[in-house]
């Protein structure tokens, strides 16, 4: 055996050597020359001599205290990203109590690393949860609690942010626990927190400036504690039109509410339509109101008189050259126009008609004539949701069940952009009616759902080009609303 150097040595190849038949059993052989940790690099039949590699070297850096916490690891050449596992495996195994934390063959490193078993379980399940290997996530603690994170470079937030936060609040915290990522770094922070709520009344911002087009509705669920999230509010603007579902008694009018104070503050055109209860919820609005619908005939009318509202407001469009409502001039722009209609439901599904009657009997002919009406008024709904929304005309609708069976067809659902659904515990159904992607929405937190305070006026929310969340609708009466409407 002749020595090259502390990494590589010569040694005579044995009698016999055929590489056809022993090639294993020579890098068996090498092991059992110089040890565990020495490799076979290359063959020279001519010279009758093998190379072998040191496959590690390491280097311990000590510590500020002098212990040793890290070691640093020379690869061999020739290592491969595949390799991985086998050197991990190996290096844990020849230094017993140290983890593999990180490893790059191309710089043709790796590095050694004594991680508490917390630690470990928290970097296992982060590498679980974002599809990569325990080495290529770095964990520690943090200060005041929880952990710091070192992301993997194949980290996107779009993918990967809701895996982490299930970690968070399920594998490594509890609900409540959430994470702040720092995406252009690669670092993350694993946060301890208690779980969200809300409080039990969420007064309406009178103090803040209104916008014309972004109505106030209410705050998303905070990440932890009583920490509110980001105001919920209607773009208008980028959707015109919006649909609130909800049960009686789960906040549904007071959302409306919300929605139509908003509108009155900003300088809106406002009109009500409450055929089926009579406009007893809105009644302190009417005296604010473009048009009054408190039964189904003057619901009709209402509707069709938006509606020609809006083909005049096109023709002025035209007049002036602009695109759009928004890209006329102020002094010829008309105010924006805001249609509320309440239970749309009861509004629009047919009535039956007796059977076995004269078509002349009182009841058929009253039963045909309020579906006649219920006709014009779904006719015109759908007129002003498809034509109206380039001219300053927007529709907001609202329904304990928004379905087919039940009169609203699926063409006016889909050209609602926003979707509110209030109410604790919507069955699957009710959610697939009234969000457009149900999978995509949480549901209201059963802590939070239990809490009859905090509960009240809660709901999911669904707007595009906004991520779907948990809300609170803004609390305030209608003659609240009314003394600050302009």
């Keep these: 055996m002749v020595a090259e150097g502390p990494q590589r040595r010569r040694l005579r190849l044995p009698e016999g050597y055929d590489p056809a038949r022993h090639g294993e059993a020579l890098r068996s052989w090498v092991r059992q020359q110089l040890g565990p940790s020495w490799a076979l690099e290359m063959v020279d ?7 072998a590699r040191r496959q590690v070297e390491v280097t311990e850096l000590e510590a500020a205290d002098g212990s040793a916490e890290r070691m640093e690891v020379r690869l061999a050449s020739g290592t491969r990203p595949s390799d991985a596992e086998r050197v991990a495996a190996r290096l844990e195994d020849q230094h017993p109590g140290w983890t593999m934390t990180a490893f790059d063959p191309w710089l ?4 050694l690393a004594k991680v508490p078993d917390g630690h470990r379980r928290v970097r296992a399940a982060v590498a679980t949860a974002l599809g990569v290997k325990p080495w290529d996530v770095g964990v520690e603690a943090r200060p005041g609690g929880g952990y710091r994170l070192r992301l993997p470079a194949s980290y996107m937030p779009s993918r990967h942010d809701d895996r982490l936060d299930e970690v968070a609040t399920s594998v490594i915290g509890s609900l409540g626990w959430y994470v702040e990522a720092d995406p252009p770094h690669l670092r993350a922070e694993v946060i301890p927190g208690d779980p969200p709520t809300f409080p039990a009344v969420l007064p309406y911002p009178f103090g803040a400036l209104s916008e014309t087009m972004r109505l106030s509705v209410g705050h998303c669920l905070g990440r932890s504690g009583a920490e509110l999230g980001p105001e919920v509010a209607l773009d208008l603007e980028a959707n015109p039109h919006a649909l609130v579902s909800g049960t009686t008694g789960s906040g549904k009018s007071v959302a409306l509410w919300a929605i139509i104070g908003g509108a009155l503050r900003a300088g809106w ?6 055929g089926p209860k009579g406009g007893v919820d809105f009644a302190a609005f009417q005296p604010a109101c473009f048009a009054w619908g408190d039964s189904l005939e003057r619901a009709a009318e209402v509707v069709k008189a938006v509606y020609e509202e809006g083909r005049s407001r096109k023709q002025a469009l035209k007049a002036s050259g602009a695109r759009r409502w928004h890209d006329m001039a102020p002094g010829h722009r008309p105010p924006p126009l805001m249609l509320v209609v309440d239970e749309l439901t009861s509004l629009i599904i047919p009535e039956p008609v007796p059977k076995g009657v004269p078509k002349d009997h009182p009841l058929v002919v009253e039963a045909s004539e309020r579906n006649l009406a219920k006709a014009e008024i779904l006719s015109a709904l759908g ?14 609708g609202a329904t304990q069940k928004a379905s087919t069976a039940t009169g609203i067809p699926t063409e006016l659902r889909d050209n609602m952009g926003a979707h509110f659904l209030l109410g604790l515990r919507p069955s699957e159904s009710q959610r ?4 457009t992607h149900p999978e995509t929405v949480p549901e209201v937190p059963a802590h939070l759902a239990e809490d009859v305070a905090a509960s ?3 709901g999911v929310y669904e707007l ?3 991520p779907p969340g948990v809300l609170k609708v803004y609390w305030a009466t209608p003659e609240d609303y009314m003394a600050h409407a302009r």
């Design 108 to 111: 043709g490193r790796a590095e």
């Design 464 to 466: 595009d080009g906004a």
């Design 456 to 458: 009240r006026g809660v």
């Design 432 to 435: 697939r009616l009234a969000l």
């Design 45 to 51: 039949l001519v010279a009758g001599v093998a190379y």
């Design 383 to 396: 007129k002003i949701a498809r034509e109206l929304r380039y001219v300053g005309v927007s529709l907001v």
């Design 269 to 274: 055109q406002v009109a009500i339509v409450d």
